[in-house]
């Protein structure tokens, strides 16, 4: 029998790394893993970035025999792909944990409650060194969906609400950014306007996400032209994403690709928002 997990992505609204408070918004992109004990070796094959390191992937898998206090197999195979694409703002490494987990959990008919499964990726993904803040915002938007705002230093939910549903424009740069790269001092002047931002989220969401994208940009030297540009043709919001350096934009349900057209950005990826599953 071989075990199915699901999770998806999501975009930022406020970047935990100035104050420990963060918040998303869920989209549609999804990540997909599978997994099957047997065999006499364990096998991480990662189908969307085969070169990415498996690690993480690893902790997942034990952490979630752990929780199950069974002892984890000598062999097992673990499946992952995903359409998020990898160190570049847009939650992989959360949507991975959450995939996985599930899988497992799913392979055995183990029981478990979101907000606990979340947990533990966070745990998996800390040891794994590909979060800053712990990413509790960020796995809470991929396995809920709809508008989380949470505090990460107590790994706890503030906020949650439904979104409406809109198109998302993705603009990927190749460039990755790995989370061992950030400065997070380079963050500290910045932290009374986030905490404006964060004053706002819950009720204006898209006005945060707006001042977010470019109090990040500015703070870590990346390219936020690609928002501006789309904020000046009419979109609702756009700003760059968790780390970067991708940019999200929302626009009008329906709008998206047209819109991606007349942006003229390179390598963009069109989805929509998702909706909030609790």
């Known amino acids: 029998m071989t075990g199915k997990g699901l999770s998806h992505g999501a975009i930022t609204v406020i970047n935990a790394m100035p104050t420990g408070i963060g918040a998303t918004i869920g989209i549609e992109l999804k990540t997909h893993a599978e997994f099957t004990p047997g065999g006499d070796s364990r096998k991480v094959r990662i189908i969307n970035d085969p070169n990415e390191d498996s690690k993480m992937a690893e902790y997942c898998v034990a952490d979630a025999f752990a929780r199950m206090e069974i002892p984890e197999p000598a062999g097992w195979t673990l499946t992952v792909n995903s359409e998020i694409p990898v160190s570049r703002g847009l939650k992989s490494s959360s949507s991975a944990c959450n995939a996985i987990l599930s899988a497992v959990f799913d392979e055995y008919g183990y029981s478990i409650d979101g907000v606990s499964l979340i947990k533990i990726g966070v745990g998996c993904a800390k040891k794994a060194g590909v979060t800053v803040t712990g990413s509790f915002d960020d796995a809470c938007g991929c396995h809920f969906g709809g508008l989380v705002i949470t505090d990460n230093a107590k790994n706890s939910i503030i ?7 809109y198109d998302v424009i993705l603009h990927v740069p190749e460039k990755k950014i790995r989370k061992s790269a950030i400065d997070r001092k ?93």
Do not use: C, W
């Open 159 to 165: 906020f949650q609400d439904d979104i409406g549903d």
């Open 186 to 278: 380079s963050f500290d002047r910045y932290r009374s306007a986030m905490e404006s931002a964060i004053g706002i989220a819950d009720t204006y969401p898209f006005n945060a996400m707006v001042i977010n994208g470019r109090i990040i940009a500015e703070s870590s030297g990346l390219d936020n032209s690609v928002a501006e540009d789309a904020l000046s043709k009419g979109a609702l919001a756009a700003g760059v994403t968790g780390s970067g350096p991708a940019v999200a934009v929302i626009v009008e349900p329906g709008s998206g690709r047209g819109f991606a057209k007349n942006l003229g950005a390179d390598n963009v990826i069109v989805t929509k928002t998702r909706r909030l599953h609790r």
